[in-house]
């Protein structure tokens, strides 16, 4: 249930930047947290929700650029460039059909520039 027209402005507006500061800070404290090896609490309960998720069968939709995440955590990879699906299957699958050995490189293939880079 989203903000509705009956709400005051500065309640929505509120809302929004709550939002925009939690996902910043979460982005933040995750980033932060791989790079230095560190599973937070809250990191480990989710690992074992998600696991249990995937063991029951249940589809998970997990976006991210980092393709070393994706080729250790995703069974089908789905590449979108530009609003178009370009690509579809395991990233084993990808890997060959790009002909590149990571599977960073074949995303960068397959979407066909080196925009994913950087």
């Given amino acids: 249930m989203g903000p509705s027209s009956s709400s005051p402005s500065w309640a929505n507006n509120a809302a929004f ?4 500061a939690a996902a910043l ?3 933040l404290d995750g980033k932060i947290a791989r790079e230095r090896g560190i599973v937070s609490d809250f990191g480990r309960f989710m690992d074992a929700v998600i696991d249990k998720l995937r063991d029951a069968g249940q589809c998970i939709l997990f ?3 980092v393709m070393q995440e ?3 955590l995703c069974d089908d990879v789905v590449v979108i460039a530009h609003g178009t ?3 579809q299957g395991t990233p084993d699958g990808l890997r060959e059909r790009a002909g590149e050995p990571g599977l960073e490189d074949a995303f960068v293939k397959l979407i066909g520039s080196g925009e994913g880079l950087g």
Wanted: charged letters at 5%; glycine letters at 0%.
């Fill in 17 to 20: 930047w709550l939002f925009i």
């Fill in 25 to 27: 800070t979460d982005w």
């Fill in 63 to 65: 976006s991210s650029h």
């Fill in 70 to 72: 994706v080729a250790m």
């Fill in 85 to 87: 699906v370009v690509a």
